[in-house]
């Protein structure tokens, strides 16, 4: 029952647009999904490698804002952005690595560099006339599957779910991989595993560009859900807040780790927002949550041995 439940899991979670008519439920998981992927991708350079950054909203703005400005200034077709998006996010990730690996920097300090990344870049996506600056970029509304927009937001759902599905494959393969095992390797003792014969920049150069490359991917789905982007929604600190909570609070490192995060943040906050519409209430109730994960759960959700996780 414990090997199958993880598909029954994922079977009923794929039904959800099929059951739901209201706008509210459909947007909620929508939301969740979309949240556990950003998570996950997270999670792959964070939990697995024990990089640590403060910076994911870089990936996640840099794709943003490859598929806003292509759209807009040459007018090609979002999805041939989608692409380029990927791939500028994973070029980032390597040299994010590289650059960090060779000066030798963890921890704390690799966390400071990324947020400095993500902060830079903000900078400069607010003065540069390409993003328009402050402003944002608005998105014509041309509501055609050829355009990325589709009229039904189920779609945006199933796509949401294909791609959390992706990274879950990737989180999966990780814990299998020779490329995984070393990951951990580093993450457990860095000094250890350059001693075994672990090419450290390579390792979590790569680490970093695969989860750059998949948060840009993100990026590119939420341009297309809500047509708009500005330089705080793209690189604001809360978006890799987020990512970082969901993944902790679920559980790091682990596979379904960030789905169990994701699920507590979105279905607590977001249905809790409905009784109590306070100003601020929202990351209070993210405070008392982290607070009380690390304080009774130091493994996260996960952490919980039974139905669910075996990481």
């Not at 996010?89 to 690996?101: D, K, N, T």
């Not at 390797?185 to 672990?198: F, I, K, Q, S």
């Amino acid at each position: 029952m414990r090997h199958w439940l993880p598909v029954l899991i994922a079977v009923l979670a794929a039904c959800v647009p099929l059951v739901a008519h209201s706008h509210f439920l459909v947007n909620l998981a929508t939301l969740t999904v979309f949240s556990a992927f950003l998570g996950q991708c997270w999670n792959i350079s964070g939990g697995f490698g024990g990089l640590t950054s403060f910076g994911h909203a870089a990936f996640f703005g840099v794709g943003a804002y490859a598929d806003a400005v292509i759209q807009t200034r040459w007018g090609i077709s979002p999805w041939a952005s989608l692409p380029l998006a990927v791939v500028l996010g994973a070029v980032l990730g390597a040299a994010i690595g590289f650059a960090a690996s060779r000066a030798g920097l963890r921890g704390s300090y690799f966390a400071l560099v990324t947020l400095a990344v993500a902060e830079v870049l903000r900078v400069i996506a607010s003065a540069s006339p390409i993003t328009q600056g402050g402003l944002g970029i608005l998105i014509k509304l041309n509501v055609t599957p050829g355009n990325f927009q589709f009229s039904d937001d189920r779609v945006f759902y199933g796509l949401a779910f294909l791609m959390l599905a992706l990274s879950m494959a990737v989180a999966q393969w990780l814990t299998m991989s020779r490329f995984g095992t070393q990951l951990a390797a580093v993450r457990e003792n860095e000094d250890a595993a350059r001693a075994l014969g672990v090419a450290i920049v390579r390792t979590k150069s790569a680490a970093l560009a695969l989860s750059g490359g998949l948060t840009a991917l993100g990026g590119v789905l939420y341009v297309q859900m809500f047509l708009y982007v500005d330089p705080n929604i793209a690189f604001g600190a809360d978006r890799t807040v987020e990512m970082l909570l969901v993944a902790m609070i679920g559980g790091a490192g682990t596979v379904w780790g960030p789905v169990l995060g994701a699920i507590l943040l979105h279905v607590v906050a977001d249905t809790s927002r409905i009784a109590i519409d306070a100003p601020g209430f929202a990351p209070m109730l993210y405070g008392v949550i982290l607070l009380l994960i690390v304080g009774f759960l130091p493994k996260g959700v996960a952490g919980l041995k039974g139905w669910f996780v075996r990481a």
